[in-house]
């Protein structure tokens, strides 16, 4: 069974950073495309960056040049980066994968809500100015 935790999330003023954790069990992530998601409240959820099952990487706009995906095979883990942070990364950040042979990071973004197979519980990042 396919399980996804996240960890890593708080608070944090303006400009800082976090880094966010997702550990993964019941499956070969190595070979899934994976990607965080975020929701903020009042918002629609939106896909933030992913990695591809080409290993291609993919970002949202907003947070280009500021957030960094990456993964870990040998802890299962998946991480997210995110620096210079505004009170706009406000959210619930998710981590999800889809078990599709072939998805690159671009599709794994593409539908927010239901382009992944699995997702985790979310962690709360809040950012204040």
């Known amino acids: 069974q396919v399980q996804l935790q996240e960890s890593g999330g708080g608070s944090a003023q303006a400009g800082g950073s976090l880094r966010l954790s997702c550990v993964w069990s019941?499956?070969?992530?190595?070979?899934?495309?994976m990607g965080w998601f975020r929701q903020a409240p009042g918002k629609e959820r939106e896909g933030v960056a992913a990695i591809g099952t080409d290993g291609s990487t993919s970002y949202a706009d907003s947070v280009k040049g500021r957030f960094t995906i990456s993964k870990d095979n040998a802890k299962s883990t998946l991480y997210l980066e995110m620096n210079s942070l505004k009170p706009e990364d406000t959210a619930m950040y998710y981590c999800?994968?889809?078990?599709?042979?072939?998805?690159?990071?671009?599709?794994?973004?593409?539908?927010?809500?239901?382009?992944?197979?699995?997702w985790g519980k979310g962690t709360l990042v809040t950012i204040s100015s």
């Open positions: 019941g499956y070969t992530a190595s070979t899934y495309a």
């Open positions: 999800a994968t889809d078990l599709a042979l072939e998805m690159t990071a671009t599709q794994a973004l593409s539908d927010p809500y239901y382009g992944m197979d699995y």
